[in-house]
């Protein structure tokens, strides 16, 4: 991604921010004109999006609809996220509550309250660039942390650390179904890391999307089941992957202190996130229609998962290496044997010239590592359609392989 040179003085985080790489990827897959399988954004398509019941309840009649709201969000709504976490097994309080403008806006919050420049964040390798944006935004640093099936590997934690030199001010993690491997962290891992935050003073901002998305398997209790009220965690939260990405709808839940603070910056920031939307989507959880929706997401997201990997295998066979989640929208895959060369950034427009699309692995580093991995969302596609998007993956590979 190139940045532009100019003339005006700008502040020096600019020099840190870094776009998003993974909306470069998607913003050339926007401007073509022919039939694309689409592997590649982590939004649910427009069948799985409830717009009927949406536009109902947005035409419904409020008084106050239209006007400003309180920065901290529309009471209904706070009321219904609360009932929502509860169900989910997290037990909240509303001075605990602060609506977002989507995850993005937790994110950024967070990382604006908790790092000064210089200040050492550790991250998942591969993880959601976009996120680990915004605290390079702030000038912090980043160190990442390798992840395996079961999540971020936290034992390598203090090895890492201690090469770093310094502790970490922030641990960023996505724990359940993380974007983009699909793993989810481990019951062991996550108590050690609660422990290894109160030795180093850290903060653990736990950005779950997808958590609510298992589709098998059993839950694993969140940092917040295991440490009620510890004020190191940090709850990042939205209602994109579940509902829409569209009506830009999140949450934190946070230790009250930290919510005073987010507050004050969100007031500076957006003053308050959009009041229809919010009551929009308060009316729709207040008639009881996300658990249905959840239940119905889940279904069809097993049977995607289990329909790509299928397929996958089909056709690729030991020359891919797979993630096999119990949840969310991402597969992870990792090339090896005939195409370990292969270069999945180099492959990305020829795969766009076939008619597939797909997230090439270096966009979830920093590092810009992982050159023989991809990133495939099945939630978006039914098996009839990923059957021609894998097959036409396979016409791309072939073609970059060919001698
Ligand atoms: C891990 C993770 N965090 C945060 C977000 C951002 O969510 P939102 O679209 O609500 O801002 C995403 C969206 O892809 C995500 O995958």
Redesign the pocket.
Known sequence: MSTPTSTIRMASRTRTMIGSI?DSSTALLASQKHDIVRFAM??PNAELIPTADFDRLLGAHAPGRYDYGATEGEPELIAQVQAFQQRLGIDTEPERLLI????????DLAFKLLLDPGDLVVVEAP??T??IGTALSYQAEVIEAPVDADGMIVEDLPDIVARAGRAPKVIYT?PNF???SGTTMSLARRQLLLELAEEWDAVIVD????GALRFDGEDVPAFAQLSPGNPRVVQ?R????ILA?G????WVDVDPALRAKAIDAKQAMDTCTSVPTQRMVADYLSEGLLDAHLTRLRGVYRQRKQAMRRIMTAQFGDDVTMTDPQGG?FLWVALQGRLAALDTQKLFPVALRHGVAYIPGPAFAASGRFGNALRVCFATSTPERMADGVARLAAAVDEQVAP
């Open positions: 993974i982590g939004a977002t403008t989507g995850g993005m806006q937790g994110l993880t959601y976009n996120g996505i993380q974007n983009p950005d779950d999307p997808y990042v939205t209602f994109s992957k990405p009506l830009r709808v999140g929208f």
